[in-house]
């Protein structure tokens, strides 16, 4: 069961049979700052470990007042020695914009951050959760894709540094259950979107309403008939702490996503009408091994979370849409990261 939320005026309360110290890698970035809003919500302490290479501390500015927080610059590439109860590893970059930037380190923080978390846990005798990805299944020949499905991954290409550096770090995650009887917990994300995603990293939301609100032209590619599925940030966050939270039996993977499917052309004229922008719809050439289907097959997560996503794309719309507005009216006098902590602070 969840734990009920906390109104911030009970934050310095006596918690102490509640709450749990966590630890969220990537805990600046997209996902992870969302994550820790939660859990201090719900009360518990927070340290949050990020090297800040697609994360940023308008992210978690918001929260840097609350004495159950704390923010540590680290690389999970490097170990790390703090005492907590559970972990949640979510440290990589998530876009191709970004995890293509260094390869060689997007594998080594996959792989070498799995490891170290994982090492770890096992020290601690802590939970540990793994942030993997729809992408372990490359472009998929099932559809939707069930957690029993294997994948259709090139190892060799310019995705390979992400998707393959995911598939091994869950090859660590139940090698390290069946060596050493640890409580591992992966789900495996589909696409999220919602507020404080990167204005500029390319993943598809982002990308359009950024576009759309500009009015400048919105890109394609490919021809627009390739389908994903797009799970709003809080439905994602309560799935995540719905499979931590599961009894120690419960491993997973299982999928995290929104199973409505809709067309890349679909979404981008969606955000046009939302925005009300001219914006004209432009095509360029579909990206290698870019996948042609995705839908998450939610039947476990239903079954062992209670979990099903509950906000429709046209209200987590628009409120992300709203969140980039914000962003934007306060760019004209301030810096993109300025711009996005006073639109998080509500300034
Ligand atoms: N957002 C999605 O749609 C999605 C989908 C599938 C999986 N995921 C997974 O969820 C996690 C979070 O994704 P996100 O969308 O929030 O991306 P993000 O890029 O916003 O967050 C990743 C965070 O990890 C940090 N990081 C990167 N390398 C690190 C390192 N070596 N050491 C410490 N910190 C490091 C970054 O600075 C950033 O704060 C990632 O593991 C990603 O693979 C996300």
């Not at 890698?25 to 927070?46: D, I, K, M, P, Y």
């Not at 409505?260 to 939302?274: D, P, S």
């Not at 006073?342 to 300034?347: C, D, E, F, M």
């Amino acid at each position: 069961m969840t734990k009920p939320e906390l109104p911030k005026d009970q934050w310095n309360d006596d918690l102490s049979l509640l709450s749990k110290r966590v630890l969220v890698t990537g805990g600046a970035g997209f996902l992870g700052s969302h994550l820790c809003e939660t859990l201090l919500n719900r009360g518990h302490e927070v340290l949050c470990v990020d090297n800040f290479f697609t994360g940023r501390r308008a992210n978690v500015g918001h929260l840097l007042d609350n004495p159950r927080f704390e923010v540590m610059r680290h690389d999970v590439t490097f170990p790390l020695y703090v005492e907590v109860d559970e972990i949640y590893n979510l440290a990589c970059p998530a876009s191709p914009f970004h995890y293509q930037h260094d390869p060689v380190q997007t594998t080594k923080t996959a792989v070498h951050g799995a490891i170290n978390m994982l090492g770890l846990a096992k020290r601690l005798g802590a939970r540990i959760l793994q942030a993997s990805t729809s992408e372990v299944y490359g472009d998929p020949q099932v559809h939707p894709q069930t957690e029993d499905y294997v994948g259709n991954v090139n190892p060799i290409g310019k995705r390979s540094c992400y998707d393959e550096g995911k598939r091994c770090a869950e090859t660590l995650f139940f090698d390290y259950y069946r060596q050493h009887g640890m409580a591992i917990k992966v789900a495996r994300i589909f696409n999220t979107y919602g507020p404080r995603m990167h204005p500029d990293d390319g993943r598809v939301v982002s990308n359009f309403i950024m576009q759309a609100l500009a009015g400048t032209p919105i890109t394609i590619y490919g021809d627009g008939s390739q389908t994903r599925s797009f799970c709003f940030v809080s439905d994602l966050i309560d799935g995540l702490i719905r499979l931590m939270e599961t009894p120690p039996e419960v491993t997973g993977p299982i999928n995290l996503g929104n199973p409505v499917e809709l067309t890349i052309r679909g979404l981008a004229e969606a955000i046009i009408e939302k925005t009300g922008s001219k914006s004209e719809l432009v095509f360029r050439d579909l990206p290698q091994d870019d996948p042609i289907k995705r839908k998450p097959d939610i039947t476990r997560a239903q079954t062992y979370l209670g979990w099903t996503p509950q906000i429709a794309l046209a209200d987590g719309l628009d409120s992300t849409i709203a969140y980039f507005r914000r962003v934007n009216e306060r760019l004209d006098h301030k810096t993109t990261a300025q711009a996005e902590a006073a639109a998080i602070a509500g300034k």
